[in-house]
């Protein structure tokens, strides 16, 4: 199983992006979709995360610029980010909770990371 992210890059303040990630691989069955982030010096953190039944969630400093969304039929969610701010200079991470064949053990697993980077 992979999880393949894309569409970082550099914007100004304001800006916006969208990242993107697909999983691949044998897949049976996906839990939950999420990103995080890590910035220089920081702990990896929950940006939002979708699970497969339930309410998305978000961290407080993206809410209301953020939106998550998977496509339950491709495997794949994105990240819209609106009004960009320097602060959320990061390395963003794709993360998901699957099964890869029916019956076995859920496990996590984590892309590779797109860099993001908001200028002033």
């Known amino acids: 199983v992979q999880l393949q992210a894309s569409g970082g890059g550099l914007v100004q303040a304001g800006g916006s992006l969208r990242l993107s990630c697909a999983a691949s691989?044998?897949?049976?069955?996906?839990?939950?979709m999420s990103w995080y982030r890590q910035a220089p010096g920081k702990q990896r953190e929950l940006v939002a995360g979708q699970p497969s039944t339930g309410s998305t969630r978000y961290a407080d400093s993206v809410r209301g610029r953020f939106t998550i969304s998977r496509d339950n039929t491709k495997n794949t969610v994105s990240l819209q980010m609106n009004s960009l701010k320097p602060e959320d200079t990061a390395v963003y991470y794709c993360y998901a909770i699957l099964q890869s064949t029916a019956g076995n053990p859920y496990y996590t697993y984590w892309g590779h990371g797109t860099l993001v980077t908001v200028s002033q």
């Open positions: 691989g044998s897949i049976f069955s996906i839990n939950t």
